[in-house]
């Protein structure tokens, strides 16, 4: 167990629709990553925050945003989804006080669109 | 174009044999390679993370070489068990210097297979 959490597990919607993935990092880590794996795929950075400021973005469609909030939880916002957003979304947390910093993913919400 | 290619694309081998993956990065500026263990349908794992002047680091069976010259690194699985089935997934961060972020760039991954 990384001590970062995802909700929800699984998620299975229609294309058109807009889902929220939620992710608590662990106690203490100021950063969280989003990342996107599809099936069969490597994984694709797609934002990072940190302390609750956006601090790079990677392939993050138009489509999609994400914040994250005082508490320092973040949340995924996925918009007018399409078959080709089906894919695992992690989220990883980090200290970030140094570099290199180790991530500690959580295990991912499974998105379905149908 | 930055870019990490790992291989073999995957790999079968007999329970209590080594193996050894390896991993080819065009990153730069380069700051540090990672190898991440993932398992199907679960978050990756870190395993190792070295940079520039890293050679070599082991994390129990596992045992990872960086070449910053020829740009090569390798993991070197040591008496495979059974629970070492995973994708392993190789990681270069490039140097973006300011407020030392770092973009990672991942590789496809090797999926090894353990056979008992």
């Known amino acids: 167990d990384s001590g970062v959490t995802q909700t929800p597990k699984h998620l299975i919607t229609a294309t058109g629709q807009r889902v929220t993935l939620r992710c608590s990092p662990r106690s203490g880590d100021l950063s969280v990553y989003w990342y996107q794996q599809s099936l069969d795929q490597g994984l694709q950075f797609l934002i990072q925050?940190?302390?609750?400021?956006?601090?790079a973005k990677g392939n993050i469609l138009e489509r999609f945003s994400a914040q994250q909030f005082p508490d320092l939880h973040s949340e995924l916002n996925l918009s007018s989804l399409e078959l080709g957003d089906s894919a695992l979304y992690f989220c990883a947390s980090s200290v970030d006080r140094q570099v290199p910093d180790t991530q500690y993913f959580g295990p991912g919400t499974r998105l379905t669109v149908l | 174009k930055n870019q990490v290619e790992q291989s073999p694309q995957s790999l079968i081998i007999l329970e209590g044999k080594n193996c050894t993956l390896q991993?080819?990065?065009?990153?730069?500026?380069?700051?540090?390679l990672r190898w991440y263990k993932q398992d199907t349908g679960r978050g990756p794992v870190s395993l190792t993370i070295m940079t520039f002047s890293e050679n070599t680091k082991s994390n129990g069976r596992y045992t990872a070489t960086l070449d910053a010259d020829t740009k090569q690194s390798s993991l070197h699985i040591t008496a495979s068990q059974l629970s070492d089935s995973a994708s392993y997934i190789c990681?270069?961060?490039?140097?973006?210097?300011?407020?030392?972020?770092?973009?990672?760039?991942f590789g496809a991954g090797t999926r090894l297979a353990v056979h008992p």
């Open positions: 925050y940190y302390n609750g400021e956006e601090r």
């Open positions: 991993c080819n990065y065009t990153v730069s500026p380069f700051s540090n």
């Open positions: 990681v270069v961060s490039e140097d973006l210097g300011s407020g030392g972020y770092n973009k990672l760039i």
